[in-house]
């Protein structure tokens, strides 16, 4: 599998960005994706999730500002991470991730994109 980010960059605060995640590869074996940032210094926190069934997971600290979608391609599945009312806390690294399995689960990783949120 393999997971292809974009769409970062540098918005003002109570903007909105959208984040793109191009994943290839064995998708019919992906059980779920999401989106997961990093600050320097700090670990990798998750962001937000969906499963197979469409079944959505966010950190209370982005509940009700980000929402996560994907689009089902022929060879390709876009995953996406809309952001709206961005505050400068929001600025990391953002990766999309995927989990495959089950039997045996394996981690797979974008390369990640920036997000900066300006005052």
């Known amino acids: 599998v393999q997971l292809q980010a974009s769409g970062g960059g540098l918005e003002q605060a109570g903007g909105s960005l959208r984040l793109s995640c191009a994943v290839s590869g064995s998708i019919s074996s992906i059980n779920v994706m999401g989106w997961y940032r990093q600050t320097p210094g700090k670990q990798r926190e998750l962001v937000a999730t969906i499963r197979r069934s469409g079944s959505t997971n966010y950190a209370d600290s982005v509940k009700d500002r980000f929402s996560i979608s994907r689009d089902n391609a022929k060879n390709t599945v876009y995953l996406y991470l809309q952001m709206n009312s961005l505050k400068p806390e929001d600025t990391a690294v953002y990766y999309c991730?995927?989990?495959?399995?089950?039997?045996?689960?394996?981690?797979?990783w974008g390369q990640g994109t920036q997000v900066t949120v300006s005052s």
């Open positions: 991730h995927s989990i495959t399995g089950p039997p045996i689960f394996f981690n797979y």
